[in-house]
């Protein structure tokens, strides 16, 4: 080869070698946020490139960038579930360029109750918490209340009594009673009264739904053993009007009217009012007796007859919002009353036709909220309040009932249950004040802290007492808790916090003095408590779509003044109880999986805790008409939360969750022999449900009627596996009792038009028309039907 032709080669391939590393370099780097149409960033979108065939995800800020990338026009296909898919063209040109993309929400599917909304929503799932958040706007056109919503998410479990305004029972993960704490908008329900329970709240009034099991963030406050549920209610909107009202069976009605004006200088008022009626008579089964014979006729259908429920509640606000100087300060009160009905006590048994409660809520409130209150980074918050109502139960007929609604008078000291015209305050009250700051990106520490105080002052004007009427029933608590978070965002995140808690209370007990049995003496006592409880959270995102929960906390659980004092209608008081203490361990993984249109939710959780002086509602107490509380030494449960949801586009979603939870006694020997072996050891802890679920699905119809509204379908079933009231090694196996396997199916039909300014549901619960019981031979409603107008507007 010649020394030109070797100089040609040479130049030549040099040329190349320069042209190819020119053009390896004419790459750029692009990056790009995704916003909702809230203005919130969308987490967890999927990001492609078809062209190259790349697929990225959005982190917890809705970020995503792509590096390499060569100049030219691209497809960019935005997607995540609650919005429309997004389909754009691109312009690569610039070394460094940044775009911003919106995604709309996709139309409510009214009847999924799980989530597939906001990216707020989404962002409270992906905490290291095991937290369940519920979009509560798009079920504001059913037929519901807070209570019924909450019994679709996986882990809860709601036991009532009977109908509307009946005694309930909400658990979490095995956890039930005073062991869960409620909370509106962070502030403690436990001083709000019967007008305010979450069984008579309707869902409009919420804008979203906080369920956290186990573990409970120190910001929420409160003695928390098991869980929390925070109801935050809107407060995204400035100007809106939300009324709507419910008719249904058993003559039920129920109204609500949501308001709120903000005006450009940031002054607010706010109101929500609800009204909740029902006469509650549907039929049962029970056995009847003949009131003059005494003869009993077995499975006799009659009709609830002295059931009848009302209440009305009224919450105003009045203040300042998005001020320099404070983002939110309120003064409210919150007024309202109810009547109540006694049908039956703790059993069918005993049967009622005379016996009511009545009583009211008077409570001002004050709220305050700053973010980078003195210094940049440090968020305040505090609320307080103090319930003034009374309340008031009335028995002094002399008769008694049958289940046919007949009675019989009688001579003597009178009262159905005791002769009572009993009038009293339980003046309750809690303050909380709540602080956070953010040392930097990664990094934050918060403080909380909350007070709560109650005594109740009674006296029976019919049989006054004044020994008695004026004995002191008084209970202060204090919870102060503090954490340290550091995260790394769509990656890892932990949090160490610890609390300490205070309780004081004071009673005067009334005993026989046993030297002289027909003496009685009163003895003024009180008690002091103070435990301190820690624990931790953590998430890891071993992928963008894969998620790995953990958390652990030692805690503790104070007797509540029902539990000290009882509730005078249907739960003794026990001043001996004691504290509840326990360890908890959360285990949870959860998955999403996008395949084009469609879209799957897997996700499962281990629980396991074991706690000591476990307290719960013994039937067997000294009222055979009243639950009595008491403590088991030792009581474990190991169990499991599984749920999957599928949707496909905006036509149709679907979901099952199933609970399992093995509640056990641990106590080798008798507490009151403590040398005797007791015959219930490692059985299941009686009375509580341990195998549950649900299975939801609706169908959605957009641009129906030539494009005027659009149309939802909506299906639940639910199903509780039967257990037993008493220990199963007590007893013969054909006598034992059981509260039988519930299943229940409901339907509904949804029709919005105007953008969902007008709204229409149609629902039918129990459609088969199954006999349901969550409670012993307490009967719940059969098969009932409802209508529900709502009228919506908002900006």
Known sequence: ????????????????????????????????????????????????????KKNIVTDSSGRFSLSD???????????????????????????????????????????????????????????????????????????????????????????????????????????????????????????????????????????????????VPVWLGGDALGGAVNIVTNNRLKNYLDVSYSYGSFNTHRTNINAGYTSKKGFTVRLN???????????????????????????????????????ETAIAQIGFTDKKWTDQLLFGITLGQYYKQIQTGARSTAVFGAWFTKGNIIMPALKYAKKNFITKGLDVTFNADYNLGQDQSIDTIHARYNWLGDSITY???????????????????????????SINGRQNIAFDNVFSYFNRKGANLVSPNPLVDNIPQKTEKNILGASYQYHIPGKFNITVFGKYFYQHASTTLIQTDYNNPGDTVYNKTGL??????????????????????????????????EDLFGDIINKDGNWNLKPERSNNINLG??????????????????????????????PLGPN????????????????????????????????????????????????????????TYKERIPNIPYLFGNVHAALYFPNI???????????????????????????????????????????????????????TAIECKNIIGEKLYDNYSLQKPGRSFSIKLRYFIGQ
């Open 1 to 52: 080869m010649s020394y030109k032709c070797k100089y040609y080669i040479f130049t030549i391939t040099t040329l190349f070698a320069y042209i190819s590393g020119m053009a390896q370099t004419d790459v750029y780097h692009i990056s790009g946020k995704v916003f909702s149409q809230h203005k919130f960033p969308v987490i967890a979108a999927s990001v492609r490139f078809p062209e190259l």
């Open 69 to 215: 990338m060569p100049a030219g026009t691209y497809t960019i296909i935005i997607s995540a579930t609650g919005y429309i898919t997004l389909k754009s063209k691109i312009v690569v040109t610039k070394r460094a360029q940044n775009f911003s993309f919106l995604l709309k929400t996709r139309t409510a599917l009214l009847n999924d109750v799980s989530v597939f909304g906001y990216s707020r929503i989404k962002s409270l799932n992906r905490q290291a918490y095991n937290v369940t958040a519920i979009d509560a706007q798009k079920l504001q056109n059913t037929v519901t209340d807070v209570a019924h919503v909450l019994d679709h998410v996986p882990g809860a479990r709601l036991r009532e009594t009977g109908g509307l305004g009946s005694d309930y029972d909400f658990s979490i993960s095995g956890f039930s009673g005073n062991r869960i704490k409620f909370f509106l908008d962070g502030i403690p329900m436990e001083s709000f009264g019967p007008s305010f329970q979450i069984n008579n709240i309707p869902v409009n009034l919420a804008e979203r739904i906080e369920v956290y099991k186990g573990v």
């Open 273 to 311: 009012a609800f009204q909740n009626y029902s006469d509650n008579d549907y039929k049962v089964t029970v056995d009847a007796a003949d009131i003059h014979t005494g003869q009993y006729y077995r499975d006799t259908t009659v009709k609830r007859f002295h059931d009848k429920y009302h209440n």
């Open 411 to 437: 001579l003597g000291k009178g009262g159905e249950s005791w002769y009572s015209l009993y009038k009293y305050r339980n003046h309750n009250g809690s303050a909380s004040l709540s602080a956070k700051y």
């Open 528 to 561: 002091n408590r103070n435990k301190p409880g820690y624990g931790v959270a953590a998430t890891y995102f071993i992928q963008p779509q894969l998620q790995l929960k953990f958390s652990y906390e030692k805690t503790y659980r104070m007797p509540e003044s």
């Open 589 to 618: 993984l959860g998955y999403n999986l996008n395949l084009d249109k469609h879209h799957f939710y897997f996700s499962g959780t281990g629980i396991y805790y074991y706690a000591k002086d476990f307290i719960y509602y013994n």
């Open 624 to 679: 055979p008409n009243k639950l009595y509380p008491d403590n088991l030494y030792n009581v474990s449960n190991l169990g499991l939360e599984s749920e999957i949801r599928y949707s496909y586009q905006q036509i149709f979603v679907a979901g099952i969750n199933v609970t399992y939870q093995n509640l056990r006694d641990r106590n080798k020997y008798r507490t009151d022999l403590p040398d005797i072996p007791s015959i």
């Open 705 to 759: 009627f030539s494009g005027a509204g659009k149309l939802t379908i909506g299906y639940n079933m639910m199903y509780v596996h039967n257990f037993y009231l008493y220990w199963a090694s007590e007893g013969a196996a054909d006598t034992k009792r059981m509260i039988p396997t519930q299943i229940s199916h409901d339907v509904s039909i949804v029709y919005t038009f105007k953008n969902g300014r007008y709204n």
